[in-house]
T-cell receptor, first 111, second 113 residues
């Protein structure tokens, strides 16, 4: 499983766009990139998943450059309720890899 | 559709005791994974059950064991509890282990004193 590296923490203000970058230099050809969000005392929640280029859903966008050695989760116009820990995971969906979490990025949104 | 339900929500045990945590998977999901999350850390993979068989295990000692039942619900058993076992225990279900389709419960907060 490819190892991921994320910033430990980030601060932002309401209404701003937040970009969290994840490094995964050893990503394999069959690996997908998945992001989860976790609030205190709750289980992680799936946000978005991608393989290459850009993926967008109602919550976030995921940007993946051509070499796929990094990815950026973009949260548009954050609110206080976006304060959470965000995890970047990399794994082979075809082989149903187990979800392996790192330490994540703790995002704090201020008013 | 129902989500993942874990019980109990909180539990206090004494060192050396045994504990059983329970998880009801989401309807239509046949795979259950268990995670341990210490304060300030990411969830650590304990093991996964697929159709009642263990399907992968993380770096946890044998005193961590599990079961999956025909209805795909699951139990996590921990024997000889240690203080370091204090953590949030999370259960996640998925359909055939689909990587993106994990649904997590809210966890059981275990405190060992």
């Amino acid at each position: 499983l490819a190892k991921t590296t994320q910033p430990i923490s980030m601060d932002s203000y309401e209404g701003q766009e937040v970009n969290i970058t994840c490094s995964h230099n050893n990503i394999a050809t069959n690996d997908y990139i998945t992001w989860y969000q976790q609030f205190p005392s709750q289980g992680p929640r799936f946000i978005i998943q991608g393989y290459k280029t850009k993926v967008t859903n109602e919550v976030a966008s995921l940007f993946i450059p051509a070499d796929r050695k990094s990815s950026t989760l973009s949260l548009p116009r954050v609110s206080l309720s976006d304060t959470a820990v965000y995890y970047c995971l990399v794994g082979d969906m075809d082989n149903t890899d187990k979800l392996i979490f790192g330490t994540g990025t703790r995002l704090q949104v201020f008013p | 559709e129902t989500g993942v339900t874990q019980s109990p929500t909180h539990l206090i045990k004494t060192r050396g005791q045994q504990v059983t945590l329970r998880c009801s998977s989401q309807s239509g999901h046949n795979t259950v994974s268990w995670y341990q999350q210490a304060l300030g850390q990411g969830p650590q993979f304990i093991f996964q059950y697929y159709r009642e068989e263990e399907n992968g295990r993380g770096n946890f000692p044998p005193r961590f064991s599990g079961l999956q039942f025909p209805n795909y619900s699951s139990e996590l058993n921990v024997n000889a509890l240690e203080l370091d076992d204090s953590a949030l225990y999370l259960c996640a279900s998925s359909a055939d282990g689909e990587y993106y389709g994990y649904t997590f419960g809210s966890g059981t907060r275990l405190t060992v004193v």
